[in-house]
């Protein structure tokens, strides 16, 4: 059973730093690319950041290019996957979603939420002014 689990979140002041975490475990094949999704009160669930299975392709929204980086370490049965956030704003406020899907041989990236097949729980990312 694919389960994934975010860590990382809190109160942070504008223009300071955070790291999200994600441990995606009971995956059953080496192949599954990872995104960050998050979702503010009143909004839909927007695309952040995703990386492909290999790790050597990598694609940001437009908001957060720049500040944010996205990376992953792949163990055996478990991948990490990381949202590096910096220079956050009071606009980055939201609960933060990793998600997970089997992807092709040839790495692919993937921004809507319909096309992932695993999510997490959330962690939640408070920003103040």
């Known amino acids: 059973q694919v389960q994934l689990v975010e860590s990382g979140g809190g109160l942070v002041q504008a223009g300071g730093s955070l790291r999200l975490a994600c441990a995606a475990s009971g995956l059953t094949s ?3 690319a990872m995104g960050w999704f998050r979702q ?3 909004k839909q669930r927007e695309f952040v950041a995703a990386i492909s ?6 694609s ?3 908001s957060v290019k720049g500040r944010f ?6 163990a055996k049965n478990t991948v ?3 949202l590096q956030m910096n220079s956050v704003k009071p606009e ?3 609960l933060y979603y990793c998600a997970a899907r089997i992807d092709t041989i040839i790495p692919t990236i993937k921004r809507r939420p319909i096309d992932y097949d695993y999510w997490g729980q959330g962690t939640l990312v408070t920003v103040s002014s």
């Open 30 to 32: 080496s192949r599954y």
């Open 40 to 42: 503010a009160p009143g």
């Open 53 to 58: 299975w290999s790790g050597g392709t990598t």
């Open 60 to 62: 940001y929204a437009d």
């Open 69 to 74: 980086t996205i990376s992953r370490d792949n």
């Open 80 to 82: 990490y996957v990381y």
């Open 92 to 94: 980055d406020t939201a």
